[in-house]
């Protein structure tokens, strides 16, 4: 179904370069299970380095959002780009990540909120308040 | 601007339906300020009505998720589907709730991680793993 | 503001090509005036030539739909889109159709509820019911 | 493969609120069939209140637009957006609205017109006519 | 799973209207083969002709971008667009024109990066800078 | 207009963090102009220095695509999502790289083109061919 190929454990384990990623998302998530995403990235070595990278800091690292909040996000953004995929992973991350039914509910409220005023204001195409004009 | 005329106070207090959604969101908001949105909205007295009190469950009343969390949830929709509008009052809604600055950059920097990955996901067309699927 | 030049109409009469175009569209339209997305596609004659072809064909020929109602699918499109140009020009063009205060205030509406219940299925990632696969 | 539980039909019979709004939509629908779309929302007992409630005001309720035109602008955003879902099912109701042949054909010519003049005009960034902005 | 028939070759063989224009395909392609997306056209042959008749003209003919190029603009495009079945036929296409493993991870590598810093920018709202202002 | 400060060189030079990376931004494009983008991302240091080493790697580095190819993609990136201050800046980035009046004019075609089929794909759901599936 992909584009590009999926790598296997073994291919994994034959480039040094991947092995090093997929060995410390392993450790980082104290979990074997390694998803997709990751496998079809494997076939160009500095990207996946540099998406791993990236990801580490913005998503895990302690920082002034907790990491439900940062998945809430996540999600959010990958339903306004239909990305099924990135919605599937990150509400299973979510999930993982103590997010309860009552609170799964509340997200799609507001998506869905934000969706509708978003087709509204842009059909309308409002002119933006002077009083948001912060800077 | 728009391609709706948007409602002076004058014109609001002429119709008593929309008067009274301008009354409440005033009296809910502690202020006089109401923005070109409802203004917008004024034009079709049922609409106005259904989205404010739809906004009002969703974005006021207490729940599962507090009102920042909500609201950074509303920037990320709006940014993904470009509504420059929403950014710019979500944004305001979320400083007016308490978002520092650092939770700002953060914020950024998770919406920019997921669009990343959302477009590298969609160019791969990777398939969703058979461990998110939980239903 | 525009990334491409937009042709004043003494540059569009020393191109016979472009030229013709600007004549078909104002004898069409019965109208001097030629909005700017012509004037900004006449910097590339064919493409040019090719979409007003196109645009004759589609939404100004008679057929099965009337031509109100395919200025409101284009300005439904345009919305999700997040074209503001779009959004101006095909209400205008609907008002010039005969779209009503109230037509346009339902239009809304359904863009509205589109928005929102597209967010809500992708975000809930529903699956297509066997009844609705006809082929 | 969705993200929530699809409630069954002893499922909704054993909730009250949920049981209520499945009754109202087959009532309304005169079919026993209710499709997974809310068999989704109905882990939300509110939302889904809310969300059957503003779909039956949009869209079932005589109004300024009838019910195909509206169908077909639902269609419209569903395809922007790329809900699979959702053009499914609204392409199967705007059939048994008595869509025919013809008309999705032209349906599908107006929605591909526009995608296409909503990209041209965006990556040529084309400012608004002033004859455009009646407000 | 699609909304409209897809026509089988003993269909297109009884319509010479489809019929001539699945010819061409095939004489221009050099091989029997025509994917899906015709197969759809072909409910609508008048669609179809001009679909085809300008997919030949901006896609195949010389010009002064090449073959290969082209065809890694339109991957971009319908990755942002989340079209899963125009991501698949391109990607097909890249690589039968050539498209190299190297070259296909450095698409994605921009695509990603322009995701990212439409996200930044939009979530940031950043004026354009006068002197990006050519016209 | 911005929902973040945009820096000066006074704020600027006053913030090593930031300053080593403007430092590096004018050496390589060996020019004094900096542009809003990063004036914005200035208020969080750590994401602006990420993006900022991103950037340089994806576009600037020799690689399997040529600069122009790569910015010509992300134009096309930028208009799908709607992005206008990226296609502002990446159009005048591609014509500092060399693109020509009739390359642009192809761009848009292409990206025209690709708009209108990804229209048309989503709307008739076609089904990917088996013979896309390379893997």
Redesign the interface.
């Known amino acids: ?6 790598w296997s454990d073994a291919e994994v384990a034959a480039s040094p370069r991947v092995k090093a990623v997929f060995d410390d998302i392993r450790a980082l998530r104290n979990s074997d ?1 390694v ?3 990751w496998r ?2 494997a ?2 070595a ?2 996946l380095e ?2 791993w990278a ?2 580490k ?3 895990v690292k302690d ?3 907790d990491p439900l ?2 998945e ?21 991350a979510a ?1 993982a990540k103590g997010m ?30 002077k ?5």
């Open positions: 179904m992909a584009t590009v190929k999926l299970f998803n997709n995403f079809g990235l076939n160009d500095p990207l540099r998406t990236s990801l800091i913005v998503m920082g002034a959002l909040t940062k809430l996000i996540y999600i959010a953004v990958s339903t306004a780009n239909a990305c099924s995929y990135c919605v599937h992973s990150h509400t299973a999930k309860s039914e009552a609170q799964h509910g509340e997200l799609l409220a507001v998506v869905g909120m934000a969706m509708q005023t978003n087709g509204l204001v842009t059909a309308m195409q409002i002119p933006v308040d009083e948001f004009l912060v800077w």
